[in-house]
């Protein structure tokens, strides 16, 4: 069988039509979506079926034909193992039980114990395995420590993350030994997660933005560097994508500095600019704006054409800059495909 294009991108091959998938591309823009949540019952609910969480993440495989399926679950299913509560507040976001001193730290519960919850996980996974097409890659996906923090402090989402600032600088020892129980239960996560059938993993730092200078190597770099060497001293082979996501300059080297096999892009830096300075060390993905996807149109056929020259000198993995939006419409998400794919013999 030929090799899935995703896994030949990663392997740093340079490719005529780029593989091709979406953040968020399992969610509320599609009708089978919310069916099938609705008969879950809520988020939470079908993150932790291993059918209908199998269901979704094969919908849009079918509706579109993407080059690879994100399994579906959610970044704060760790810290839900780890011990804390964790719900979801509809309109609003995620709310959990806050983590404010070294107290909240050491009253975790130890790595070993998060597989009790997120084993169900690990079953969609299986699904996903055995049911995807062969030519469909699945990717494995865990919160970086920072951002999964960021959480677990604040007990919620928040602008500039300033909670998790004031405890890194107000109480480093507990900030430190917080991230560090993140990172050691990240690791156990994703290594279940290749075990069971992931055959690339991704790391979503979606607030490394706000980690400026020291921070930004200590806590965004540092944590991805030990949990890549760790999946790949344990899996050898197996692809990782890296998404500090508004790292901007940070983005040069950390690849390199990370073990990365491919650094995902949000869409604040321009294509030619990432040609340059990222993609010259290996694989990139990204960068087209969400909002394209509720706008369409011409724009949209020009951004995805723009980036796929922009990027089409080395190895390259299309998708959003982010998460794509509950009011976008479906037909572009096929506009962008077909755009993408004009030239394919
Ligand atoms: O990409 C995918 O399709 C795979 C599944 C996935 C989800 N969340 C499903 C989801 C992935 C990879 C995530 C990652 C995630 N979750 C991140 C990092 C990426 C990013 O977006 O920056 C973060 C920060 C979270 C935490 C989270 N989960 C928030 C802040 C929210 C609420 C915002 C929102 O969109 O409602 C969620 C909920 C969530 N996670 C939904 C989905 C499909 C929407 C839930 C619903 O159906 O109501």
Redesign the pocket.
């Known amino acids: 069988m030929a090799e899935k294009l995703l896994m030949r991108a990663l392997r740093g091959e340079t490719l005529d039509v780029p593989p091709a998938w979406m953040?968020?591309?399992?969610?509320?823009y599609l009708p089978e979506y919310k069916a099938t949540?609705a008969q879950a019952g809520d988020?939470l609910s079908?993150c932790y079926n291993p059918d209908l969480a199998a269901e979704v993440t094969l919908q849009p495989i079918r509706r579109f034909g993407f080059d690879a399926a994100?399994?579906?679950?959610?970044?704060?299913l760790v810290p839900q193992a780890l011990g804390a509560d964790l719900w979801?507040v509809?309109g609003e976001?995620?709310r959990l039980s806050t983590i404010t001193d070294r107290v909240g730290v050491d009253a975790l519960k130890p790595v070993d114990a998060i597989h009790d919850t997120l084993n169900p996980i690990y079953e969609t996974v299986k699904i996903l395995s055995r049911e995807l097409p062969d030519d469909v890659a699945l990717i494995g996906?865990a919160?970086a420590p920072w951002?999964v923090a960021t959480?677990m402090i604040a007990g919620r989402?928040t602008p500039d993350q300033g909670p998790a600032h004031a405890l890194k600088d107000g109480d480093r020892a507990s900030f430190e030994a917080l991230l560090d129980r993140i990172t050691e239960a990240t690791i156990e996560y994703l290594s279940a997660q290749i075990d069971a059938g992931a055959e690339v993993v991704k790391l979503?730092d979606?607030w490394a933005g706000s980690l400026k200078g020291d921070d930004f190597d200590a806590y965004a770099v540092a944590p991805a560097k030990r949990i890549i060497g760790a999946l790949k001293e344990r899996h050898p082979g197996i692809p990782v994508i890296a998404f500090p996501?508004e790292a901007g300059q940070g983005y040069v080297g950390f690849a390199g500095r990370t073990g990365a096999d491919c650094v995902a892009l949000d869409n604040s830096v321009t294509p030619e600019w990432a040609a340059e300075h990222v993609q010259k060390d290996g694989c990139v993905q990204g960068n087209l704006a969400p909002g394209h996807m509720v706008t369409g149109g011409q724009a949209l056929v020009d951004a995805v054409r723009h980036i796929r020259d922009a990027f089409s000198g080395g190895p390259h993995i299309f998708n959003l800059g982010?998460?794509i939006t509950p009011d976008a419409d479906p037909d572009n998400v096929a506009l962008m495909l077909e755009t993408l794919r004009e030239h394919r013999g």
């Open positions: 953040m968020r591309q399992a969610g509320r949540r988020f079908l994100i399994l579906f679950a959610d970044i704060l979801f509809t976001g995620p996906f919160g951002t959480y989402g979503f979606s996501r982010h998460g």
